[in-house]
């Protein structure tokens, strides 16, 4: 199922109807995939994961431990998609200069998971822009909780229903301008003032030319065997992917509305 790419993914009623992906039949897509950080999220078993699947979705996949591919000017410039796991940290100017670049200039798409993504290079606020959103905390620490599908039409989420998850369920700062995909509502335990508030645990976005995918769901590996979240991953990471051959359309969709 997996060999055909995007398509094989999504219904292709959906994909008619919205944004069917423009990829050459025989391209051969390259992908960079960049794990590392702090190793509580386990980026290792993660790469073990999506490498795999990587390959067998038609890309051609870089695999590095090190954040030094970020600043290689001529690597970035051929990839189709960054896909990202490196929880905290730094990063020097030139690498994060060069992913920036790469989204926002070349098209290249980006996308990720969790810390990995929401939770990298905190003393970087045009990453943090550039991803959507970044952690704050979670409270209560591990838990069982509802994701809640907002989208039933998107090509990402479709023919998904809500499921429940038993890990982290992230407090997040996010963009108001993001296209969310799905939601979660905290309860009052442990901190009764966030009881209630609704959270977005899925989005996507545009940044330039690029686009950018991210859930907060994937705190360790074993989270991917809940059959939703794997496939919501797999999806989002598969559109970020098309950036350079299909149309983005307009993603704002502002929570707030202009008076």
């Known amino acids: ?22 990829t050459p039949a025989k391209a051969k897509r390259k992908a960079l995939f960049v794990f590392g950080g702090w190793p509580g999220h386990e980026p290792g078993k993660c790469r073990d994961i999506f490498v795999p699947w990587l390959g067998k979705a038609g890309f051609d996949v870089v695999v590095s ?19 990202q796991i490196w929880t905290m940290g730094t990063i020097k100017k030139e690498q994060v200069k060069g992913l920036l670049n790469a989204v926002k200039v070349n098209g290249t798409g980006l996308a990720g998971w969790h810390g990995g993504l929401g939770d990298a290079f905190r003393n970087e606020t045009e990453y943090e822009y550039m991803v959507g959103g970044n952690w704050v905390a979670h409270p209560g620490n591990k838990r069982e909780y509802a994701v809640n599908i907002t989208d039933h039409e998107d090509p990402i989420t479709a023919g998904l229903a809500d499921f429940k998850v038993h890990t982290e369920q992230y407090f ?13 509502t905290f309860n009052a335990e442990p901190d009764p003032w966030i009881g209630g508030s609704t959270m977005p645990v899925v989005w996507k976005r545009a940044y330039g030319k690029g686009r950018v995918f991210y859930t907060s769901l994937g ?9 939703e979240a794997l496939t919501l991953t797999q999806r989002g990471i598969l559109w970020a992917a098309e950036s350079k051959y299909a149309s983005t359309p307009d993603l704002v969709s502002p929570v707030y509305p202009a008076r």
């Open 1 to 22: 199922m997996l060999a055909g790419g995007l398509a094989a993914l999504l219904p292709s009623a959906v994909l008619a109807a919205n944004e069917k992906p423009k």
């Open 172 to 184: 997040m700062h996010t963009n108001p301008n993001n296209k969310v995909l799905a939601t979660t």
């Open 65 to 83: 431990e090190t954040l030094d591919p970020y600043a290689d000017e001529p690597l970035m410039k051929s990839l189709d998609l960054v896909v």
């Open 219 to 227: 705190h360790s590996a074993d989270v991917f065997d809940t059959p």
